[in-house]
């Protein structure tokens, strides 16, 4: 699935995130065993598995019932984060051009930005 979405990314794996969500939605909307509901869930039914993918969107409602059933105070979400930028938009006066791990085009650019006192570096792909 991801290789059917894949973009040029030098060493790592990339893919248009269009492409992949489509495939993935595919994917699990054909399965037979799996039910997608589209609809406010305020609790979980315990007696069937359950896979809960609600993201930080999860209504107050659901959000309560899983902090109950799993005794925490607080709901954590975690997400990959991926800067999209266009080329055309970065200032190469204060950028360089680099290649990830030194193998074949330079792919990447390096901005050093100021947060505060310390120096930062930023990568980005040009792709």
């Known amino acids: 699935m991801c290789r059917a979405a894949e973009v040029p ?3 790592a794996l990339a893919v248009d995130r269009d492409t992949f969500a489509q495939k993935v939605t595919d ?4 399965h037979p065993n799996i039910r997608i509901v589209r609809q406010e ?3 979980l039914d315990y007696s069937i598995p ?4 609600s993201g930080p969107l999860t209504s ?3 959000s309560e ?4 059933r799993t005794q925490h105070d607080g709901l954590a ?3 990959a984060i991926a800067p999209i930028v266009h080329a055309d938009s970065i200032n190469m006066e204060i950028a360089f051009r680099a290649s990830r791990y030194d193998r074949g085009e330079q792919e990447l650019a390096i901005i050093s930005i100021a ?8 990568t980005l792909s040009m792709n």
Do not use: P
């Open 77 to 79: 979400f975690f997400d």
């Open 27 to 30: 994917t699990i909307s054909s």
């Open 65 to 68: 019932h899983l902090m109950e």
């Open 9 to 11: 990314a030098g060493g």
């Open 60 to 62: 107050q409602a659901l």
């Open 50 to 53: 359950t896979i809960v993918a």
């Open 41 to 43: 869930v305020t609790e």
């Open 115 to 122: 947060h505060s006192t310390k120096k930062n570096m930023i």
